[in-house]
């Protein structure tokens, strides 16, 4: 059974920088595709990043190309987002997912992940 767990989030003004992290155990996650998803106030869970397993590729969402950077440190089996240049509209609950055997076209939807965190919270002001 694998666990994550995100921690980082916090209250932050527009322009800022944040780092989130996510530390997993219950299995090695090299071999598991990992993503960081965010989910705002009435609004669906959407897809930030996403690390596919043993590092194959990175996806990025549109809306945080250029602005936010998605790592992973295998030796601590942790995931990383860097988060620059913080706008508004990235204000949301952040959560990372992961799972071991999803395909390419499927990592963008939070449904085919079997793993998630509890979620941390990114809440950008004015």
């Known amino acids: 059974q694998v666990t994550l767990v995100e921690s980082g989030g916090r209250l932050v003004q527009a322009g800022d920088s944040l780092s989130l992290s996510c530390v997993g155990s219950?299995?090695?996650?090299?071999?598991?595709?990992m993503a960081w998803f965010r989910q705002a106030p009435g609004k669906e869970r959407e897809v930030v990043a996403v690390s596919r397993r043993y590092g194959t590729s990175i996806y990025y969402a549109d809306s945080v190309k250029g602005r936010f950077t998605i790592s992973r440190d295998h030796a601590k089996n942790t995931m990383y987002l860097q988060m620059n240049s913080l706008k508004l509209e990235d204000t949301a609950v952040y959560y990372c997912?992961?799972?071991?055997?999803?395909?390419?076209?499927?990592?963008?939807?939070?449904?085919?992940?079997?793993?998630w965190g509890q979620g941390t919270q990114v809440t950008v002001s004015a």
């Open positions: 219950g299995a090695t996650l090299r071999s598991y595709t």
């Open positions: 997912a992961a799972d071991s055997s999803i395909i390419l076209s499927s990592q963008y939807s939070a449904s085919h992940y079997d793993y």
